[in-house]
């Protein structure tokens, strides 16, 4: 089926998208009709049509390739038994009009001409997706993203006892989250960074760009997230972060209610503050920005490939 006599007209049409078309265009004959006398009658008489098929087949397979096709076989063993059973049936000649020949006709060209529209689209798609599995496979590679990396924007202003610290000793890479509380793809990239700390690959870091100046609808949850963890105790801290990031809706009432605390919220300002100021002096535009080993993360990349490509 491969080789280039299973093709006509310089490879234009394959033999199989005929050999589907005329199963096709006849089966849907058959139906149209309502497998009537007189449509098996005309597609008795067509069945002899595939004679010379069922002769070129066999002599390309025997004398030229040398090499039997079993589905080749399947199909001329079922034009065969469609001529026989036609032969020894009996057909009416007159059943054959321009209104069935024209239908015929249709039915055949319609597999062919919806091929002819799907296959370069199918191509296309093939195609994209060689390239796709390609620049994934260079953008998986560690090396490529150090080199980005020493390319993008270096960290100027220390970070030093700012935000939230997760840490791990084996840990090779420094990562920094600079995130809004109420930010959709915070809330997305917290679950794969996080996923990285238990992973032992990160140190994580997450700084916020929350103001401290009583307005800023930020500042409440970040407070809390600070004093939250000034209480030393990792799980409750990584746990007060899903409860808040993954959930459906942000409601400060209802995390505030489930993390109680006692005026440790408004010793947070200054770190609010210190926060905000390193933001401002970094030129952080959008969250979330992260940064890695001091260098942010090239725009090649998603937070999503880092799964993959930090090792």
């Not at 067509?46 to 589905?71: A, E, H, N, R």
């Not at 993203?145 to 084996?170: C, R, Y």
């Not at 959709?184 to 870091?205: R, S, T, Y």
């Not at 993954?246 to 505030?256: I, Q, R, S, W």
């Amino acid at each position: 089926m491969d080789s280039k006599q299973a093709t006509l007209f310089n490879g234009t049409i394959s033999l199989s998208l005929l050999g589907f078309s005329y199963f096709f265009g006849t089966l849907s004959y058959l139906v149209i009709s309502g497998f009537s006398f007189a449509a098996f009658s005309v597609l008795g008489i067509l069945s002899y049509i595939t004679l010379p098929i069922i002769l070129t087949s066999i002599y390309y397979q025997v004398v030229v390739l040398k090499q039997w096709c079993k589905f080749c076989i399947i199909i001329q063993a079922v034009f065969i038994a469609e001529i026989g059973i036609s032969y020894f049936s009996g057909i009416n000649v007159m059943a054959i009009t321009p209104e069935n020949v024209f239908l015929l006709l249709a039915l055949f060209l319609i597999p062919i001409l919806g091929w002819k529209l799907i296959k370069p689209m199918l191509e296309q798609e093939k195609e994209s997706n060689v390239h796709k599995r390609a620049l994934k496979k260079i953008k998986n590679n560690p090396h490529v993203l150090e080199g980005l990396l020493v390319k993008s924007k270096q960290i100027k202003t220390s970070v030093k006892g700012l935000g939230i610290t997760l840490l791990n000793d084996a840990a090779k890479y420094q990562v920094i989250k600079v995130c809004n509380p109420y930010c959709g793809p915070c809330a997305k990239a917290h679950p794969m960074l996080d996923g990285l700390v238990n992973a032992g690959k990160i140190n994580l870091q997450v700084l916020f760009t929350a103001h401290a100046n009583g307005e800023d609808v930020k500042a409440k949850p970040v407070s809390h997230f600070l004093a939250i963890n000034e209480l030393g105790d990792r799980s409750r801290l990584r746990q007060a972060l899903d409860d808040w990031y993954l959930a459906d809706k942000k409601d400060y009432e209802t995390f505030a209610a489930k993390y109680p605390m006692n005026g440790e919220l408004e010793k947070q300002t200054t770190k609010i503050v210190a926060m905000r100021q390193w933001c401002d002096a970094e030129n952080i535009t959008h969250t979330p920005t992260v940064f890695i080993n001091g260098y942010e993360l090239p725009k090649e990349y998603s937070i999503e490939d880092l799964i993959e490509v930090l090792q």
